[in-house]
């Protein structure tokens, strides 16, 4: 008997060793590779240019996105621009009470709904220049196809009493993308085309995480409750960087003029900077503050215990972007002209079924953020995303008329991460779409793109309910096991306060445009 509990103590102290060689080997990579940033892919836009019109198989610059091949389909040049907003509508109501001392003084109670509103907007420019030949196209397009301006405290509660605060105050992310496009015609039935990606992502944001009270390890909570304000530390994050990917894809005409199948895929954003292997994010070279606390540059990260002064350094926020497949069709039925030109012109000269399939496979489980190791400890620099393979799929008709050409699609998209990791930060579920698009010919070399929509999130019954702050304590009463459950659980970030209650949301959509053909 003595033997066995000495094996088993031996053990824990083993355990207990190798998980903090492991956060002392961590805060050395760490060290020597300083920074970076990423795209919260979750926020993603359902169509990347919000325009009905625009799949992987149609002549369109906004197509590119889908598909490089399509502006090939473009007849002779193009120029386009086009702007427009996403609205974010709901609230969260958590379904836990608020432990006493969550704020100043404050004794426990049921926590008030936080308000989701808040806009994300898009923009596009783009042209395609088609060689005068009948073989090659060449296109160049900027686009912001991620600008999340999520803010919690835009319903006027102070973080002392926001029911998010641990898992997003706010965060701001704006990205800019250019695309360099290469489209051939290499038959008459046989489209090919490709593009190279380069992207600078930049992030603000802010989140609370409990300090360890009584500083025995970093797993924070310090063994009694957590969500106390006098034990919080505001983590704030300023970070930015380059990453670069590329699209390949292909249109093949079954039928002349009738039937168009379209294939491509979309890489990660990946990088060639700031660290010493490529990491499916966009890592890049951050500069450090000026030493003397948080002022300089701001970049990187800044760490407040309670209302001590920040320390700062340098971060990387990693976030994985995922493969994108896609796989689309376009069936046209030519109508026949009818023999009075007045009624004609009131009926469409042409009909299309469309559809498109597109596949989501992650390419990083989860949002890392990662700073110097006396900022941020183990425990405190993920955020769980819990990625999963998903898929979205759309049914499309449109109608060409002689001046207009109308398009209406409902899409439906599965969730892109695990129901029990949605969170104020990752507000994934089930996503119906239904939008209405026009491009209205207002000259013979000018056309007005519009486009309206509205998008609805079903949230599951069992949405953010991995999150226990329960895993630090069985953590510690399993001699810090790096194989037990609780500590991979704190490893993969789920030791932080529960995100589970009810999520409403609503996405109001709509965009503008014009079309110049030369």
């Not at 079954?254 to 895929?265: E, F, K, N, P, V």
């Not at 596949?359 to 949002?367: A, D, F, W, Y």
């Not at 969730?415 to 000259?443: I, Q, W």
């Amino acid at each position: 008997m003595p033997e066995t509990l000495a094996v088993q103590r031996r053990r824990n102290y083993d355990g207990a060793v190798t998980l903090r060689r492991a956060v002392l080997a961590f805060g050395v990579v760490l060290g020597l590779g300083q920074p970076a940033t990423a795209l919260a892919y979750p926020y993603l836009a359902l169509r990347p240019y919000d325009l009905v019109l625009a799949g992987p198989t149609d002549g369109h610059l906004s197509s590119a996105f889908y598909n490089p091949a399509a502006i090939r389909l473009i007849s002779g040049s193009q120029v386009m621009f086009s702007g427009g907003a996403y609205g974010y509508l709901g609230q969260y109501q958590r379904s836990a009470p608020l432990p006493a001392g969550y704020g100043p003084g404050q004794s426990a109670g049921s926590a008030s709904p936080a308000t989701i509103r808040w806009v994300n907007p898009q923009a596009q420019a783009g042209l395609a220049w088609d060689l005068r030949s009948d073989s090659v196209t060449l296109g160049l397009t900027f686009s912001t196809p991620v600008l999340d301006l999520s803010d919690y405290r835009s319903s006027g509660q102070p973080i002392e009493s926001l029911s998010t605060r641990y898992h997003s105050v706010y965060d701001h992310s704006y990205s800019l993308w250019g695309s360099i496009i290469v489209a051939l015609k290499l038959k008459s039935w046989l489209l090919l085309g490709g593009s190279f990606h380069f992207g600078y992502t930049h992030n603000t944001s802010q989140f609370l995480r409990d300090g360890d009270a009584q500083g025995r390890d970093s797993l924070g909570c310090g063994g009694g409750p957590c969500e106390q304000w006098t034990n919080r530390s505001t983590i704030e994050l300023d970070v930015g960087g380059l990453g670069y990917g590329f699209s390949a894809g292909a249109i093949i005409e079954a039928l002349t003029d009738r039937l168009w199948i379209g294939l491509s895929y979309t890489s990660p954003l990946f990088t060639n900077q700031g660290d010493i292997v490529p990491l499916e994010g966009q890592p890049s070279e951050l500069r450090w503050n000026d030493g003397t606390g948080c002022s300089g540059s701001r970049s990187g990260a800044q760490v407040t215990d309670q209302d001590a002064a920040p320390r700062c350094g340098a971060a990387r926020l990693t976030v994985g972007m995922p493969h994108i497949i896609y796989v689309g069709g376009r069936l046209r039925f030519a109508l026949a002209p009818s023999v009075d030109k007045t009624v004609n012109s009131r009926r469409p000269r042409a009909l299309e079924l469309t559809s498109w399939l597109r596949l989501h496979i992650p390419g990083h489980p989860n949002q890392e953020f990662q700073v110097e190791r006396w900022l941020l400890q183990p425990s405190l620099y993920t955020r769980p995303l819990s990625a999963i393979p998903s898929f979205a799929v759309t049914l499309g008709l449109r109608q060409y008329f002689q001046q207009v050409t109308l398009g209406e699609e409902l899409l439906y998209e599965s969730p892109r991460s695990e129901a029990g990791t949605v969170s104020p930060s990752n507000l994934e579920g089930h996503k119906l779409d239904f939008s209405l698009s026009a491009r209205v010919a207002l000259h013979r070399r000018l056309s007005l793109l519009l486009s309206v929509g509205a998008t609805w999130t079903v949230f599951p019954s069992d949405a953010g309910q991995s999150f226990r702050p329960e895993l630090a304590d069985e953590c510690r009463q399993s001699g810090y096991d790096v194989t037990s459950p609780a500590c991979q659980g704190v490893q993969q970030g789920l030791a932080i306060p529960t995100a589970a209650g009810s999520y409403t949301l609503g996405i109001p959509h709509g965009s503008a445009g014009l079309e110049i053909n030369l």
